[in-house]
C-alpha cells in the first residue's frame, strides 16, 4: 500500500515541515538536510536539557554503550563503529557482492561477544534491514 511518508506526521509540526521538505531529495541530500536542519538541531537541544541523566564526557571509560557495524559502500569494507572510541575501526572483511549480514560479520560478533564472556547477558543485538 502506497502512502506518503509524511502522512502521520502533526500538520505544521517540524517533523512534519522537514519530512515534506526532503522526501523528494535523494538519500545523500535528505542526510544533509536533516543534518543541516537548525530548527531539528534547537528541538533536540531543548528536550536535551530537560534530561536528568549526568552522561560521561568522551574520554570517560563506561561500560554500557551502543556500537554497530556498517559495510561502506565507497569500499565494501566492515566498519566497527563504537561510541566509546575516537574513530571507525576498519575491518576490511567484504567483497563488493557481500553484505553486513554474512558469516564473515557475524564471526566478527561471535568473537567480541566470547572476548567478553559467555555468561555475560549484558548487550542485545539489533539488525537494521531493508525488507
Known sequence: ?????????????????????????K??????????????????????????????????EVNHHYIGF???????????????RKRPIDLGLLEPHEDALNEKAFAVVRNMITSIGGDNIGFSLMALVSD
Open 1 to 25: 500500500m502506497a502512502h506518503n511518508t509524511y502522512e502521520s506526521a502533526v500538520p505544521g509540526s517540524i517533523i512534519d515541515g522537514l519530512l515534506k521538505s526532503v522526501t523528494p531529495l
Open 27 to 60: 538519500p545523500e541530500e535528505r542526510a544533509l538536510a536533516l543534518e543541516d536542519s537548525k530548527e531539528l538541531e534547537a528541538a533536540y537541544a531543548s528536550v536535551a536539557r530537560k534530561g536528568s541523566t549526568e552522561a560521561p564526557d568522551a574520554d570517560s
Open 70 to 84: 556498517v559495510k561502506s559502500h565507497k569500499n565494501s569494507h566492515l566498519y566497527h563503529l563504537d561510541g566509546d
